[in-house]
């Protein structure tokens, strides 16, 4: 095998070739799918001298080849690899090409592909290739025309992006559509659908008063779950209005659902595809967790419509330029429709869960990567959520004023346009003269910034100093690293409780009691004058930084945060960090076989914020939620599987026997006969009741669980107490989810919940079973949200399975990985990523992960996606 080449920023340049038209013209048939497209292509003025046209294309049989109605014969091109070069172009002219593709048997649900029943296409990154000969890249933007043709019975939706301009009726009982996108797009933005679908018909009346259609278009039977993707539409459409100014510009906005989808969703023009997690929605069959996750993922797709589509990018590194705001700004739009701070922890918390991991192993990447083998590997938790902490710390320092003038500026500037990273922090600055120089680290370099923070109070002068020191971590071919400007939101509280004003030496007039330091030195102090006091500080509230902060709080310091701190997020940070500072200091205990014991001030200061009557429940439940297995072991230079698995179970189990009265007299009180709301306070009392049955169901006996169970009347709940019976070692827990199941069988989304409940299960003899499951009937290695629901979700959902010492978890991931390997490369590659933590793990344990990644790097035919990943882990 060749090794797959690596591409890098700096070598992009613009295109020879742009092309101004595309005219698509897809007949699909059963066992074949022939396209014919005609481009218009004019070379550009800084093309060089003699530049051949290069285009892409992969597994495309061509059929015919003309340029200006001359038939090309061999001579006039080469075809090698994935690569079509036309030597000496004129300076403008019409290419058409007429190429064979099959969609039928189309795994990689890339490019066009066909998945139950319907015909539809995915094209970002580069799948445009699979259809057609075309530069597929995002620099190189066009107009297209695209008319699809299929049997009328069969697919009677046709589909593609912009307006509808003619339709009609066929011979043999096929038909045709074709549709117009009136904006000029990359190709990565193309979509087609040919299917048998319903269609849910809404509308939106813009700002400006234009109507405009919405459509949504489901599997029949899910008609009836619309309601609330659609809603979350509408809701998204006004708020980009109100918030940005940005209306929508195209008279019809369509939605597809399909249950056959690698991403979440794609947010092509006109013409979004998603996967139906994030469609199909109703009380009985979804939690409120996917109720909240349609929301965004509806809002992130719209949004694109401006950030994406409207300013594109000029290449692939830039991708955080449309997913880093593009998150940014559907994170602000579900802030504002629920509650700021709920949505603010359960993002930080993706982020340390997701993000800081992969910063600190084999793949660590700026947010701007230099260079990728396969760029479906770069979407990225850096790339869209760290991207998105990027634009929230120039929020902060610009303020939102100031924030909104550099997003009407960055539009005026560059709509219609496909532009880097730099344009964006350009049209910041300049509109709001503040200088983001050293703040441009921020794109180029990779690692999660450690910050410690000492603090100095001299009782005689009343003056607080804290000092701030910055390390930035070596990453995979970069060291010595430059200091980054760092964003600290913080605030002084006296014993009391109440804040101090934060007066800064120097400064006449008394300060503020919350403002914003920027840090961006190797080391620097910040002396406060005037204060009486010791006070505790509260820093990088609300996360204002991706950073790991390292404070020596004490215990008790922890337990004042975590009850008088104003800031909310703070405040569940310190309950986070406590939980995570008793769990790991007993993680040694645990190896030593010595006797474990709670603090009583921490089982106090539980029940203070358990039986709290003014908190935000749902902010409870969230505070009262230990780190996760994976978080504390994020936090360990040597990873110790069994003794984080030990500690936090007897941390869960005394916390749950201690506070037994208190977790079931909460539970009572939260308890709901009437019927599913969606507002933040059902949501809230919900989230605070499944937490109290996850305490409960370790010191109550499975009955009562099964009960809770068994009288669900919607989703969340349900789904809430068959997780706990899943840990359960009971018969309640066979009996439940076997009652699930029959319940649920005819429903491909909620029995991704019941595979995933029983891959996450901690009861002994979760893999064996886990590989039972993957012969089930109703599980499809073809379908990802299959892979990720079992084998995902065992794999890095439930580490103290997977790391099993004798490496069978091991064998599960590799094997599936190999599978996936040629049935669907871009799963493949993501599944493989399981195995980049493997160094931080004990030597038994490296030895076992290291065999296995041998053992993927020496498949055949192994993609390039995979090979990326793996070689680079084994670096
Ligand atoms: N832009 C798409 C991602 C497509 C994934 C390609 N491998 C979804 C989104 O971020 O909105
Ligand atoms: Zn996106």
């Known amino acids: 095998m060749t090794e797959p080449v690596e591409k890098h920023l700096k070598d992009y340049k613009r295109p020879d070739f742009n092309v101004e038209t595309v005219e698509l013209h897809v007949d699909i048939c059963e066992t074949e799918t022939h396209v014919t497209a005609t481009l218009g292509v004019a070379k550009s003025p800084e093309a060089a001298e003699g530049a051949p046209f290069l285009l892409d294309g ?73 259809i057609t000969f075309f530069p597929d ?13 299929a049997d009328k019975a069969k697919y009677p939706v046709l589909l593609a992006n912009g307006n509808l301009v003619e339709e009609g009726a066929l011979a043999d009982g096929r038909h045709f559509a074709t549709w117009e996108d009136p904006h000029k797009k990359p190709s990565y933005l193309f979509a087609m659908v040919a299917g048998d679908l319903a269609c849910r018909k809404d509308s939106f009346t813009t700002a400006s008063g234009r109507e405009v259609a919405l459509r949504f278009y489901v599997d029949h039977q899910d008609a009836d779950k619309c309601e609330h993707a659609i809603e979350s539409l509408k809701k998204s459409m006004a708020w980009d209005e109100e918030t940005f100014g940005l209306e929508y510009d195209l008279d019809i906005y369509m939605v597809v659902a399909t ?77 504002d429709m629920g509650s700021r701070a709920v949505k603010r922890i359960s993002d930080v918390r993706v982020l340390r869960a997701a993000q800081f991991p992969e910063d600190a192993g084999p793949m660590a990447h700026p947010i701007r990567p230099e260079s990728y083998i396969e760029m479906n590997n770069f ?20 303020g939102p004023d100031a924030f909104r003038k550099g997003m009407d500026l960055y539009f005026e500037r560059h709509d219609g346009g496909a532009v880097a990273c730099e344009e964006f922090v350009k049209a910041m600055e300049d509109a709001s003269g503040v200088d983001l120089t050293r703040f441009r680290l921020w794109y180029s370099q990779a690692g999660t910034p450690k910050v410690t923070v000492d603090r100095a109070y001299d009782a005689e002068t009343k003056h607080y100093t804290l000092t701030f020191t910055q390390a930035v971590p070596d990453t995979p071919g970069q060291s010595n690293k430059k200091p980054m400007q760092i964003p600290v939101k913080m605030g002084l509280i006296g014993a009391d409780g109440m804040p101090i004003p934060l007066t800064l030496e120097g400064e006449s007039a008394q300060g503020p009691l919350e403002r914003v330091l920027s840090f961006s030195a190797n080391m620097e102090s910040f002396t406060f004058t005037g ?67 709670l603090s009583e001030p921490l089982v106090a200061a539980v029940k203070k ?75 809230a009392r919900r989230r605070l009741k499944s937490l109290c049955l996850t305490y409960l169901a370790r010191v109550e006996t499975p009955i009562t669980t099964f009960e809770a169970f068994a009288s669900a009347t919607n989703m969340t709940d349900e789904l809430a107490a ?33 595979f995933m409940t029983q891959a996450t299960s901690k009861r002994p003899g979760t893999l064996e079973r886990v590989k039972a499951l993957a012969e089930h009937p109703d599980f499809d290695i073809k379908n990802p949200n299959k892979v990720r629901s079992l084998i995902g979700a065992f794999c890095q959902g439930n580490p103290w399975h997977f790391h099993r010492k004798d490496g069978k978890g091991y064998d599960l991931l590799a094997d599936t990985v190999i599978t996936l390997n040629a049935i669907n490369p871009s799963i493949a590659a993501r599944m493989a990523s399981g195995f980049n933590r493997w160094k931080r793990y004990d030597e038994e344990r490296q030895g076992l992960m290291k065999a296995r990644l041998e053992r993927i790097k020496n498949t055949e035919n192994l993609a390039s996606g995979v090979f990326e990943i793996v070689s680079k882990a084994l670096i």
């Open 531 to 597: 204060v009486e006091d010791e006070p505790i500080p509260s820093l990088f509230r609300g996360f204002s930084a991706p950073v790991t902060k390292v404070v020596d709080f004490t215990e008790e310091e922890l337990i004042f945060l975590m009850g008088n701190d104003p800031d909310p997020f703070n405040r569940w940070d310190a309950a986070q960090q406590l939980f995570a500072d008793t769990i790991l200091g007993m993680v040694a205990d645990v190896r030593d076989d010595k006797k474990l014991s």
């Open 609 to 683: 914020t358990l039986t709290h009557d003014t908190l935000d429940k749902a902010l409870i439940a969230q505070a009262l939620t230990l780190p996760s297995e994976t978080e504390l072991g994020d936090r360990m230079a040597h990873i110790d599987v069994d003794g984080i698995h030990a500690a936090r179970e007897f941390v869960a189990d005394t916390l749950a026997e201690k506070l037994k009265m208190s977790w079931r007299a909460v539970f009572e009180e939260c308890a709901d006969d009437g019927p599913y709301t969606l507002d933040s306070e059902s949501i």
């Open 379 to 398: 979407y990225t938790a850096t790339v869209y959520n760290k991207g998105a902490e990027v634009i929230r710390m120039i929020h902060t320092f610009l």
């Open 137 to 149: 890249r995002p620099d190189v933007m066009s107009s297209y025309r695209c008319t699809v043709v």
């Open 58 to 130: 992969k597994e495309l049989e061509l059929l015919e080849i003309e340029v200006d109605g001359r038939t090309l014969s061999e001579v006039d091109y080469t075809l090698e690899g994935e690569v079509l070069t036309l030597p000496g172009m004129p300076e403008a002219f019409s290419l058409k090409t007429k190429v064979k593709i099959h969609p039928e048997t189309n795994t990689s649900l890339e490019g066009l592909y066909f998945a139950d029943g319907t015909f539809l296409t995915q094209c970002e990154a580069e799948g445009f290739r699979r």
């Open 259 to 335: 249950h056959s989808f690698n991403a979440g969703a794609m947010e092509n023009k006109g013409l979004n595809v998603f996967n139906s997690k994030y469609v199909l929605a109703k009380p009985e069959t979804a939690t409120d967790t996917d109720f909240q996750n349609i929301e965004g993922v509806i809002g992130h797709e719209y949004f694109h419509n401006w950030t994406g589509n409207r300013v594109t990018l000029c290449n692939w590194f830039q991708l955080s330029l449309k997913e880093g705001l593009t998150v940014f700004r559907d994170q602000e739009f579900s802030s």
């Open 722 to 754: 068959l997780t706990v019976l899943s840990d359960l070692d009971a018969e309640e827990s066979e009996k439940a989810m076997g009652l699930f199941y029959e319940a649920w069988k005819a429903d491909t989304l909620v029995l991704d919940k019941w």
